[in-house]
């Protein structure tokens, strides 16, 4: 837990009472006492320290004091996913939290077991915890919106498009279609680092086809990410990690 | 499983008699018939297809006839790891064979806990499963060599070096210590295609001042992986990837 984070509906003034497992954290690894500073972010918002006010076996009080506003992350990365199995779904909502991802979209594909969509992890509730690791690992506080689509074309088709077209500010997105076969590396893909992104991870034994040439005419690019062929969590933290090199390079550049 | 990994020693003639989870895959996942062919890699060795000669319930034999040597990966990536706790310890075996790298030094560090050393993992025998199911995962061939050292100055001190001084084919290695506190990308650390690189990702909280310092003077250029703080496995992918797109984007520079 490299950052302890707070909800604003939790706070009574400047104070956070805690009984959970952050609680239990502050008292048995980072092994605090009165007076000492953590640091924590408060879901969505400032990031900073906070003095440990009182410390029981029943709760430990935080008093934040010094928290300074975050930028959003840029460029702004909303991730596309084929709706992986529940185990490797939960690393994916992991990752994707910690390494700064703004929207996640999860959809059906044709190697996408159906039974998936029946798991637990469907729902909100269920994904939060993970979410909030994610963000605690990663150091910051933007919490991911997730969404779930329970098909392929009209994803593409319909959904997509209007949400493109309801995003004015941002401009248009480079629509990244990661693929083994391909030979273009992401750096040709002309990413800028206060851009809008939209790399789509396919599913388990890749997009069939079909999805590949819907996926191109609505304006994805394929791409490599290397020479490796990547389970579905590795292909999501190597984009995210390329996209930050490029965003690096291009920092440079400009 | 992308690529049935096959070892030299179970060869008769060009014949591989399969009866463990590589037949149940070929029965259950490919549902082969006799004639259909397989991908297929031959440990430490040529890539290819094989032909399936026969199945039924005990065994599947496959006959390889069109093999094709493949060159080792380059750049050679030497990863050193702190030794993880080993349910992390798995997922840098299995990504590292993903990925091409071609040895894993596992070194202690301040904090990584002792108990760490007592684990069966650390035991030759116990890791190969992690690192056949990478190469089968990421489609190449090249076992990692893995090795554990159980003291860290020693390693730093006497064993890195007389390994470079050793190489000579290789050239000096470029150093690299990943570190959240750095402000380098990977790009300026002077990574060439063809060149040696040693990344050592740190342990859950990281290196220690005096482990930093020991390893600056051992010639480690720290550097940054990006925005986030990253989990080791997560690191571990984000500098192989990294490294993934330097090598082409140099690729199109040369």
């Known amino acids: 837990m490299n950052l302890i984070i707070l909800s604003g509906e939790e706070a009574v003034g400047n104070r956070y009472r805690l009984t959970d497992h952050r609680a239990e954290h502050i008292r048995s690894v980072l092994r605090s006492v009165p007076g000492d500073r953590v640091e924590v972010g408060i879901l969505d918002g400032p990031i900073g320290y ?3 006010d009182s410390i029981d076996d029943r ?3 935080l008093c934040c004091d010094e928290l ?3 930028p959003d992350p840029q460029p702004t990365v909303d991730l596309i996913c084929a709706l992986p199995r529940p185990q490797t779904m939960k690393k994916v ?5 910690m390494m700064g991802v703004r929207r996640l979209h999860f959809v059906r594909a044709n190697r996408v077991e159906k039974s998936y969509f029946q798991s637990p992890l469907i729902q909100p509730q269920n994904q939060r915890a993970y979410l909030i690791e994610g963000l605690s690992q990663g150091k910051h506080t933007r919490l991911p919106e997730v969404a779930v689509h329970d098909r392929f074309r009209p994803f593409f088709e319909d959904t997509l498009p209007s949400i493109i077209s309801g995003e004015t500010e941002l401009g248009p997105p480079v629509k990244l279609l990661p693929d083994p076969e391909s030979d273009h590396p992401l750096y040709a893909a002309g ?8 790399p789509a991870i396919g599913p388990e034994g890749g997009w069939v086809p079909f999805e590949i040439e819907l996926m191109e005419r609505s304006g994805f690019a394929r791409c490599t990410l290397g020479r490796w062929t990547l389970r579905v969590e590795t292909a999501v933290t190597a984009v995210l990690s390329q996209i930050e090199l490029i965003r690096m390079l291009d920092d440079r550049q400009t």
């Open 50 to 52: 906070a003095a440990v």
């Open 59 to 61: 709760a430990v009080v």
């Open 68 to 70: 300074t506003p975050v």
């Open 93 to 97: 909502l992991l990752i994707s939290a």
């Open 191 to 198: 990413i800028h680092p206060d851009g809008w992104l939209l």
